[in-house]
């Protein structure tokens, strides 16, 4: 295939455009090949501009290190994280390398643990209002009209109370714990996600090979999924990205209130409840500062990374 006339074919740089319009226009023979092509050069030019971006990719590497604690913590972590193994609120030695807590359990072994809780509802809860605001969002972007209405106005709804709030008495409702405040935080974090993604479907519909595929026959659910889908999914990227560091504060706020996942099963923020009490926060740093830093460490990292992502697959790198 001749990818001096593939390239001269879209001008908007989109990879999804590309593979459509050269099939379209005879370039390419099939969809497929088109489409690994285009998406192959996409890939490394995106790679090469994330590169450069030396915070956001320390911030990447930092972040695989936290999911691989949390995938090796049963290997990785001294001690059973649920259980008393010393004496209690023993400052922190070569038995205890971050103390223990006030019924004496290992600290360090509770902070690999409640990585894993961290990422768990962070990654699920965006997964889940994903899917949903993504869907909604393509129905409302191609379909317009009354679908489109009354899909905004649900949306408005949703945004006009507090979300923070709203979470709360949900699982004050049903019952605090790992499963329920992800699924919660999953169906209220919907709403901008599938703001997002409706502006770019009405940008990318209007465009000519949208209408050239109309014309030529193809399903709405073909143009959906294989042509207008594809050229949405780099803002979902960046918008999932940040909605994970959210989500890990969420739960965060949510556990130190009481009100997320419950003891004993460890998570960095009901490990920061302990900081309620004037005597911990001044007498026993070694029970709330590693849970504090945890909590900042990936919050941080997921932001950076996000940032970077935004400025690779925007073209602004620095």
Sequence with gaps: ???????????????GNLAARAVYEGIADKPDEAMEEVVESWEKITWRRFCKNKVALWSMVLLLGIVLMAVLAPVIAPFNPNTTVGDFDVAPSAAHLLGTDDVGRDILSRLIYGSRVSLIVGVGSVFIYAVIGITLGLLSGYLGGTVDGVIMRITE????????????VIVSLIGPNMMTVMLVMGIMGWPPICRLVRGEVLKVKSMD??????VTGYSPYTIVAKHILPNVLSPILVNATFGI???????????????????PTASWGNMLTSAQSLTVLSEEPWRW?????????AVLAINFLGDGLNEAIGGDSK
């Design 1 to 15: 295939m001749n990818t001096d006339k593939f390239m001269l074919v879209g001008d908007d740089g989109a990879f």
């Design 157 to 168: 709804v949703f945004m006009a109370y507090p979300h923070f709030m709203i979470i709360m």
């Design 209 to 214: 090979y949208i209408a050239s595929a109309v």
């Design 245 to 263: 560091a959210s989500a890990i504060l969420m739960e965060a706020s949510l556990s130190f209130l009481g009100m997320g996942v419950q003891p």
């Design 289 to 297: 500062i590693p849970p504090g830093v945890a909590v900042l460490t």
